[in-house]
């Protein structure tokens, strides 16, 4: 992880390291979730580094979100977090809702972007693709900006988030840049993506050129982390596949886009590397493959699934957790928006 050991400097501002990410309670977390984020997430607070992770409610919204199911979701992801090793007494976990001062960021990163910056965004043409986008709401189509408002908030130096997200990281460097000149101050790091691991990129069990996605409108197409065993030994079961045998270098994976994802998850839940994978299961067929990788992902997955369960027993207790980590977001959080209100020019004078 050469990335994290860096210290970003902007100016003769020097940063400390400290990772934000989020993820959002929009439906269920699935694999994609889990190998491109969460299990980074607890590789990086084990690695000892300072972390604030948070379930952006405020971006789920940017869609319709029933809202009994909103809050069921935003605590079902805060027992995915714990059940998956992060530790709230270590990291700080906490709903984004909570701290208000994200929303307050976001608003003045709405006057510094450039519409321009905006319109090259691809999730937001992704998630309006074969939908009339006039439709879409104001928030989604601002929703970088209130992600770079979630990472700058905290001075964050790094962000562990799947290939997808690469993009609103890049665009928060833009930001955090053109505030630092608009207003010839170094206050704000350019923030550094961490994009590692076999599986940053899960692909959808039914259609290998589509992201694995927890609002994707077929179950089948992924594996939740509420499945339980035979569920997710038969989705892979039913994965889509092709005829062939697996071959013995990477290379022959080219151009069998559902194979290549099926052996980089195998890749990811076993630890080991593509190649290892191959060397096993060279020559083989997916009538070998598949059984496998189905008791391999049973044997990672149910030990969460079930220790999610066990913390979803006592929705309380999460919801302790989750405003205990909003306070201490919140002390972070505070002096950086206030600092932030400053440079811009507004008057702070209530006691
Ligand atoms: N398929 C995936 N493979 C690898 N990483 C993934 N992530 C999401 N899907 C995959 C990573 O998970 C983190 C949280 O993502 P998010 O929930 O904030 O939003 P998303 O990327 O839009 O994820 P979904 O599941 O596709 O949500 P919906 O369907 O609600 O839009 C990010 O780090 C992301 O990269």
Same mark, same amino acid.
């Given at each position: 992880?050469?990335?994290?050991?860096?210290?970003?400097?902007?100016?003769?501002?020097?940063?400390?390291?400290?990772?934000?990410s989020?993820?959002?309670?929009?439906?269920g977390?699935?694999?994609?979730?889990?190998?491109? =984020?969460?299990? !980074?997430?607890?590789?990086?607070?084990?690695?000892?580094?300072?972390?604030?992770y948070?379930?952006?409610?405020?971006?789920?919204?940017?869609?319709w979100?029933?809202?009994?199911?909103?809050?069921?979701?935003?605590?079902?992801?805060?027992?995915?977090?714990i059940?998956?090793?992060?530790?709230?007494?270590?990291?700080?976990?906490?709903?984004?809702?909570q701290?208000?001062?994200?929303?307050?960021?976001?608003? %003045?990163?709405?006057? %510094?972007?450039?519409?321009?910056?905006? #319109? !090259?965004?691809?999730?937001?043409?992704?998630?309006?693709?074969?939908?009339?986008?006039?439709?879409?709401?104001?928030?989604?189509?601002?929703?970088?900006?209130?992600?770079?408002?979630?990472?700058?908030?905290?001075?964050?130096?790094?962000?562990?988030?799947?290939?997808?997200?690469?993009?609103?990281?890049?665009?928060?460097?833009?930001?955090?840049?053109?505030? #630092?000149?608009?207003?010839?101050v170094?206050?704000?790091?350019?923030?550094?993506? /961490?994009?590692?691991? =076999?599986?940053?990129? /899960?692909?959808?069990?039914?259609?290998?050129?589509?992201?694995?996605?927890?609002? +994707?409108?077929?179950?089948?197409?992924?594996?939740?982390?509420?499945?339980?065993?035979?569920?997710?030994?038969?989705?892979i079961?039913?994965?889509?596949?092709?005829?062939?045998?697996?071959? +013995?270098?990477?290379?022959?994976?080219?151009?069998?886009?559902?194979?290549?994802?099926?052996?980089n998850?195998?890749?990811?839940?076993?630890?080991?590397?593509?190649?290892?994978?191959?060397?096993?299961?060279?020559?083989?067929?997916?009538?070998?493959?598949?059984?496998?990788?189905?008791?391999?992902? /049973? =044997?990672?997955?149910?030990?969460?699934?079930?220790e999610?369960?066990?913390?979803?027993?006592?929705?309380?207790?999460?919801?302790?957790?989750?405003? +205990?980590?909003?306070?201490?977001?919140?002390?972070?959080?505070?002096?950086?928006?206030?600092?932030?209100?400053?440079?811009?020019?507004?008057? !702070?004078?209530?006691?």
């Amino acid at each position: 992880m050469t990335d994290a050991v860096q210290t970003p400097h902007v100016g003769q501002t020097k940063f400390a390291p400290r990772v934000f990410s989020g993820i959002q309670p929009s439906g269920g977390l699935t694999l994609g979730n889990y190998l491109g =984020a969460l299990k !980074r997430f607890v590789e990086m607070q084990d690695q000892g580094m300072e972390a604030i992770y948070c379930i952006v409610d405020l971006h789920a919204i940017t869609t319709w979100q029933d809202p009994e199911r909103l809050r069921q979701q935003t605590r079902e992801a805060a027992a995915a977090f714990i059940a998956a090793g992060v530790d709230p007494k270590r990291s700080i976990l906490f709903n984004q809702s909570q701290v208000s001062a994200h929303a307050e960021l976001a608003w %003045v990163f709405n006057c %510094v972007t450039r519409l321009g910056w905006m #319109n !090259r965004m691809t999730q937001f043409k992704d998630k309006t693709a074969g939908k009339n986008a006039e439709n879409a709401s104001l928030g989604l189509y601002a929703y970088p900006s209130l992600m770079a408002a979630d990472i700058l908030l905290y001075h964050a130096t790094h962000v562990p988030v799947g290939e997808d997200q690469k993009q609103h990281v890049e665009l928060t460097r833009d930001i955090a840049a053109k505030f #630092n000149h608009d207003y010839k101050v170094d206050f704000f790091p350019m923030t550094l993506p /961490v994009i590692e691991g =076999a599986a940053t990129r /899960v692909m959808s069990l039914r259609d290998g050129s589509k992201k694995m996605s927890k609002s +994707d409108p077929s179950d089948q197409s992924r594996i939740n982390l509420t499945d339980d065993a035979d569920t997710i030994a038969a989705k892979i079961r039913k994965a889509r596949t092709d005829a062939e045998v697996l071959p +013995d270098l990477p290379e022959g994976l080219k151009d069998r886009p559902e194979a290549k994802n099926l052996v980089n998850i195998y890749a990811a839940l076993s630890g080991k590397s593509v190649e290892e994978v191959l060397a096993e299961f060279a020559g083989q067929g997916f009538g070998a493959f598949k059984p496998a990788l189905a008791d391999l992902a /049973v =044997a990672v997955m149910s030990p969460i699934t079930s220790e999610m369960q066990r913390l979803m027993a006592d929705p309380a207790e999460i919801d302790r957790i989750l405003g +205990d980590g909003a306070d201490r977001a919140d002390a972070i959080a505070q002096p950086i928006l206030a600092r932030t209100l400053d440079i811009v020019g507004m008057i !702070r004078s209530r006691r």
